[in-house]
């Protein structure tokens, strides 16, 4: 059974920082790519970051790009974003994603994080 549990949640002030991790069990972790998303309330789910399965390539939105960071632990199967320079309109339910390498859709998904940018 496949589980991605996302942690690391909270709220924070604006400018302040956050790490989130996304903890993968059930896959081949090495065989994934993995990304975030984050969906506020009234609006779609969009990627924000994403991984390949090698570590390399990241690719980010513009609306996190200099601020957000996606990084992988290969030997703790978990997957990170480092959240620097928060804004209020950060605020939104983050998701990590897990897709089968190069893929485009996504085979498994997290429960979700809340994360909350008070200005």
């Known amino acids: 059974q496949v589980q991605l549990i996302e942690s690391g949640g909270g709220l924070v002030q604006a400018g302040g920082s956050l790490r989130l991790s996304c903890a993968a069990s059930?896959?081949?972790?090495?065989?994934?790519?993995m990304a975030w998303f984050r969906q506020a309330p009234g609006k779609e789910r969009d990627i924000i970051a994403r991984?390949?399965?090698?570590?390399?390539?990241?690719y980010y939105a513009d609306s996190v790009k200099g601020r957000f960071t996606i990084s992988r632990n290969s030997a703790k199967n978990t997957v990170y974003l480092q959240m620097n320079s928060l804004k209020p309109e950060d605020t939104a339910v983050y998701y990590c994603?897990?897709?089968?390498?190069?893929?485009?859709?996504?085979?498994?998904w997290g429960q979700g994080t809340q994360v909350t940018v008070s200005s």
């Open positions: 059930g896959l081949t972790f090495s065989s994934y790519s």
């Open positions: 994603a897990a897709a089968k390498r190069q893929r485009a859709e996504y085979d498994y």
């Open positions: 991984i390949n399965w090698s570590g390399g390539s990241p």
